[in-house]
């Protein structure tokens, strides 16, 4: 069974420039997750989908994250624009009906 | 408010020097809490899940165990190759999963 996909691995800009990261989840898994995970913490849940529609986005920066999952399936997260402070590794998971199955993670490094 | 807090925040052990790492939780409607391994550079990568109390799971040097409160991670006779970050998290309504911060594990020869 393949894993949680996430791309790309690695992305370095400068402040105020946007970037997007992708996630394919399990197949057949209805509810995808975003986190945050800054060095040293655990992950922080950005936002959560059920299918293609939001279930938690409370704590997404609304001012300056968006994400869609717009056929139920793939998902897109997007700074625009970024800050210093958005350094930190993007966690995709996704889950049936048991534990959260995570991606190997963006690490984004904004300079 | 859900919480779960997880002790130590860091732990060195030498090789064989058995230890426990815990995570407390206070959370409304547990459906399920879990274990997962986290090495430098990678995703957690799932390691058991426990559903109620009196409930126990073994895999190689690790054992999990789940009170109406806790739960312990019991490490058996360490070897280096078990160092990384363990997360704990708990499972509740609506799919929504919680997670403590994390216990860096370093296991020295």
């Known amino acids: 069974e393949a894993g949680v996909a996430q791309s790309p691995r690695y992305k370095i800009i400068e402040k105020r420039q946007s970037v997007a990261f992708w996630c394919n989840p399990i197949s057949g898994h209805a509810t995808l997750y975003w986190y945050q995970q800054i060095l040293g913490q655990g992950p922080k849940l950005l936002i959560q989908f059920q299918n293609n529609g939001v279930v938690d986005d409370s704590q997404l920066p609304k001012d300056r994250f968006s994400a869609e999952r717009l056929k139920g399936v793939d998902s897109t997260l997007k700074i625009q624009p970024a800050k210093l402070e958005d350094s930190a590794v993007y966690l995709c998971a996704s889950t049936g009906t048991g534990g959260a199955f995570f991606g190997q993670g963006t690490r984004l490094t904004v300079v | 408010e859900d919480q779960v807090t997880q002790s130590p925040e860091a732990l060195r052990l030498q090789e064989g020097e058995s230890s426990s790492l815990n995570c407390s939780y206070t959370?409304?409607?547990?459906?399920?809490l879990f274990w997962y391994r986290q090495d430098p550079g990678k995703g957690p990568e799932f390691l058991f899940t426990l559903y109620s109390a009196g409930e126990e799971k073994e895999k190689e040097r690790l054992k999990a165990t789940l009170t109406k409160k806790e739960s312990f991670l019991h490490i058996t006779a360490p070897k280096p190759e078990d160092s990384a970050t363990y997360l704990c998290a708990v499972k509740v309504n609506f799919n929504k999963f919680y997670f403590g911060s994390g216990t860096k594990l370093n296991v020295k020869p």
């Open positions: 959370v409304s409607g547990l459906r399920g």
